[in-house]
């Protein structure tokens, strides 16, 4: 999300949603400057027709405030992008594996260093033409259109580009690809259905996700061939397909969720009814239901091609007001997922007018809305319930906090109030949630593998030391070998039809864990890709992090001892994220004290899986490792343990 916050600034300091509606054309045209021609010649071309010169005024009226990004560097990386597509370098149905020198060259570029090309000097009238006339016909075409407001159809069907793409002549190639294979799935009136027909073509088209690279979005001709990128180039390809053939569609995504701790975005389609409901094309099916994807949001947002109405527009000029929330081309679509309702909080903070609602972000908050402050109090609309928020205002360029963490559980504002006078031992076995695609990683390619012992490498008589059965919940599982026998070659076996995802295996020759065996591959097996990325190397290289991921299922690892030896004990570190307590990794508690903002409860060496600290009753806490690591969750105590952010559900259960 820090890409698309930067991006909003920029466009808030180079511009302004100041020019009254009189005034805009003329704006426009001038800011054009020797490409005003072009312009005006569409205009003129549509003087007999008053919709579509409408359509084409509003285009040209908001068009000042769009570009898209050049540069050799980022036309250099779609082509380092392409060629991984083209050997199909993907782990799973839809990672994009590329290879490590390219990360090593090209990771740290941004492609704002890029030269910024604004639309209205270099758009051609032709372009806008055929844009204009492309939509009106796949808008007028289809009956799930009839309802649909001119308004809507600006913002849902006609936008020529999407983002900062680089621009590019998609929708007559999309229209060729893609109505005549709506038109013979789907003959109904149903723009859900139709959508779904669409959706079910593109699914079958693939996409392959990969994040490695700072780039602008794609644009429609590069994704068009080659399928690639965030989540937003998977909403980009769904948004250029969807309205090259009259289906209402555009995107929405959160500024940053504290459970996920990054940004995401989504697509929606708007019903005839003029309800928006969204869906995620690679993973989900469309229906009428806004049901939650798992992903909490706090705040959810909607770019628009064209300057809203709402609050943010009056602000706009005001620069008091953080950059994000100046931005008139953005609105607020919360209540479309979580419906409608209000906060008061009180606040008096002197010569300061204006309130925000920060979620947890790396030690600090990130603002996510903003209210303005009116007789001590700052009023929030539409805020997602079980989300912990702090209030926030800004002094000197500064973001402070104001009060105490809290939780609105749809009835009523629950503060973390720390009580010092009220101490508890809590139990802490984590820094961040144990979340289910971790559950994953652990166990899917663990359960059912087996370790075998041998004195030959290639032996067909070898002993079973242990088979993995039970269901893994940390990710340091200490295997102790009870049956007597000396061997020089240890066989890791994977589960039948599954791959190996493994991160570290280590050899005791004590119980005590502290003598242990040097061991080497006895022979390289092939990892994913052909690099040291995902190689068989990482499961000595001591580092939890990294992962041997085999290109095969059914695959095994060979360890050679050097010499007969006897074995006590085996470490074996599956597939994880290394967020569990580290025995000898250094841990510093806090907890958020309001207004003067966390506070240390003490740091600890961790000699076990879990540490204990006396915490005062009724904060928010947060654990830090400040030996490695990054990933954080905010987290209360409840009955001794740890209730991460993530699972808090209050309005849950005050329905029941």
């Known amino acids: ?102 990360l090593d060259k090209w990771s740290s570029y941004s492609h704002y260093n890029g030269e910024k090309i604004y639309d209205s000097k270099i758009i051609t009238a032709d372009y806008l033409i055929e844009n204009i006339d492309l939509s009106f016909e796949v808008w007028k075409k289809y009956p799930w259109n009839k309802h649909l407001s001119f308004d809507d159809f600006c913002e849902f069907i006609l936008p020529y580009r999407i983002a900062n793409e680089p621009l590019s002549n998609w929708r007559k190639k999309y229209y060729e690809h893609y109505i005549p294979k709506l038109d013979s799935l789907y003959k109904g009136t149903d723009v859900i259905d139709a959508c779904s027909a669409v959706n079910l073509v593109l699914k079958k088209e693939w996409f392959y996700y990969n994040t490695n690279f700072s780039l602008s979005h794609l644009g429609g001709d590069y994704l068009f061939t080659t399928r690639v990128g965030y989540c937003r180039d998977a909403c980009d390809v769904v948004t ?29 389609v708007r019903d005839t009814t003029g309800q928006c409901y969204p869906f995620w094309y690679t993973k989900d099916e469309i229906a009428r239901s806004v049901t939650n994807d798992g992903r909490r949001k706090g705040k959810a947002y909607r770019d628009c091609y064209g300057i809203q109405n709402g609050r943010f527009r ?24 979580s419906g409608s309702n209000e906060i008061s909080l009180p606040i008096a903070v002197s010569g300061c007018k204006y309130a925000y609602l920060g979620v947890f972000k ?32 800004s002094k000197n360029g500064n973001i402070e906090t104001y009060d105490y963490p809290f939780v609105y559980d749809s009835q009523r504002i629950i503060y973390f109030r720390p009580d010092t006078t009220q101490q508890e031992i809590a139990c802490l076995k984590r820094k961040y949630p144990f979340q289910e695609y971790l559950f994953k990683y652990l166990n899917r390619n663990t359960i059912g593998a087996t370790i075998e012992g041998s004195n030959s490498p290639v032996s067909a008589q070898k002993h079973l030391l242990y088979r993995f059965t039970d269901t893994l919940l940390t990710n340091r599982k200490i295997i102790s070998i009870n049956q007597p026998g000396k061997f020089r070659y240890l066989h890791l076996n994977s589960p039948l039809d599954h791959r190996v995802e493994l991160a570290e295996f280590t050899i005791y020759r004590d119980t005590s864990e502290t003598q242990t065996v040097p061991i080497q591959l006895y022979r390289n097996v092939e990892g994913l890709y052909p690099t ?18 085999p290109k095969e299922n059914n695959v095994t690892l060979t360890f050679d001892l050097g010499k007969e030896t006897e074995i006590k004990k085996i470490l ?63 987290f209360f105590i409840k009955e001794g343990k740890q209730v991460f952010s993530c699972d808090i559900n209050f309005s849950k259960e005050n329905a029941s």
């Open 362 to 393: 790396n030690g600090s908050w990130e603002p996510v809305d903003i209210a303005q402050i009116e007789k001590g109090h700052a009023i929030f609309k539409n805020i997602e319930p079980d989300i912990v928020f702090q209030l926030l205002y």
């Open 240 to 268: 250029y397909a969807m309205r090259s053939v009259g289906i209402p569609i555009t995107t929405d995504y959160y500024i940053y969720s504290p459970d996920l701790r990054t940004w995401h975005c989504w697509n929606v």
């Open 532 to 549: 040291d990325q995902y190689s068989a190397k990482c499961v000595l290289d001591g580092n939890p992090l990294t992962f041997f991921m």
């Open 314 to 337: 009056k602000w706009a000029a005001d620069n008091a007001v953080l950059p994000f929330f100046r931005n008139c081309f953005v609105k607020d679509v919360t209540d479309n997922y």
């Open 1 to 102: 999300m820090k890409q698309l916050i930067i991006y909003i600034t920029i466009i808030v300091l180079t511009s302004s949603c100041s020019p009254d509606k009189g005034n805009r054309l003329e704006y426009a045209l001038r800011f054009a400057e020797n490409n005003r021609g072009e312009l005006e010649k569409v205009l003129d071309h549509y003087y007999d027709n008053p919709e579509k010169q409408a359509a084409a005024r509003f285009l040209i009226e908001n068009m000042p405030y769009h570009y898209g990004y050049k540069s050799w560097q980022q036309d250099t990386i779609k082509q380092i992008l392409a060629d991984a597509v083209k050997r199909k370098s993907v782990y799973g149905e839809d990672l994009l594996i590329i290879d490590k020198k390219h």
């Open 572 to 634: 074996v570190i599956p597939r994880n994220d290394d967020n569990f307590i580290e025995l000898g990794d250094c841990y510093e508690l806090f907890y958020q004290n309001g207004p003067d903002g966390w506070k240390s409860l003490g740091q600890q060496i961790a000699n076990s899986k879990e540490l204990y600290f006396t915490v005062p009753h009724g904060a928010i806490f947060w654990l830090r490792n400040l030996t490695k690591g990054q990933e954080e969750q905010i």
